[in-house]
């Protein structure tokens, strides 16, 4: 049973089109992260997040925008959707568990821009 | 930030055991080493992580070589849902660092 939970899993909108992929965890973790993945390749950090009004962003720049005002929501937002943008969106959140921290991933959003 | 090697892909017979290699010869002495692994259409998922000692748990084993340049992930029985992308991750757990996943290891797995 997942603990942390992506809607919607798959989403198709056209150009300029502004979004919001949320993600929601029941696990009370603070750490929390936003990965983007293209089709075979590999996971690239965009946002991450220590706490609620904390967020950082990530090693690849995004025009997406995120936001932490409950603990347990961490969604990110795209305000003109593009074509470059299609890829897939992973959330995940962290605890310290066996002497370091662990991720836990929800099951992704993949976006397509027309 | 020290960096892992692993093989592009891997190959392995059914309810055979698997051992999947990664090469960290820069490994610093606080990095723990850490494993996932990412099925196909889903986001990946934590395997194991270790310091220094080898670590078994239920999904797999993880052995650490003693100059920790090295280490083996060890799946003891492998199935058709172990077909997987597998990552070897370093990582410090300080507070300013992230997880980095590189391209990681592809294993098949042939009935």
């Known amino acids: 049973e997942a603990d942390i939970y992506q809607t919607p899993r798959y989403l198709v909108i056209g150009t300029g089109k502004k979004i919001t992929l949320e993600c929601s965890q029941t696990m009370g973790h603070d750490k929390m992260y936003w990965y983007q993945q293209d089709p075979g390749m590999e996971l690239h950090l965009i946002h991450y997040?220590?706490?609620?009004?904390?967020?950082e962003k990530g090693d690849l720049s995004s025009e997406s925008t995120v936001s932490r005002i409950r603990t347990e929501h961490f969604p990110l937002t795209l305000e003109s959707a593009r074509p470059s943008h299609t890829s897939q969106y992973l959330c995940a959140s962290s605890e310290y568990y066996s002497g370091a921290n662990v991720l836990t991933f929800g099951a992704g959003s993949r976006l397509t821009v027309l | 930030d020290a960096k892992t090697t692993q093989p592009n892909s891997m190959e392995s017979n059914e309810e055979e055991p698997v051992h999947l290699p990664c090469n960290h010869s820069t490994i610093s002495g606080t990095d723990y080493i850490h494993w996932y692994r990412q099925l196909p259409s889903q986001g990946p998922e934590y395997v194991i992580h270790?310091?220094?000692s080898n670590v078994n748990n239920r999904m797999a084993s993880l052995a650490i070589a003693e100059d920790r340049k090295s280490s083996t992930l060890i799946l003891h029985r492998a199935t058709l849902r172990d077909a997987a992308v597998y990552y070897c991750?370093?990582?410090?757990?300080?507070?300013?660092?992230?997880?980095?996943f590189g391209p990681g290891t592809r294993l098949s797995v042939l009935p």
């Open positions: 270790g310091l220094t």
């Open positions: 997040s220590y706490g609620v009004n904390s967020t």
């Open positions: 991750i370093l990582r410090v757990d300080n507070y300013g660092q992230n997880f980095v």
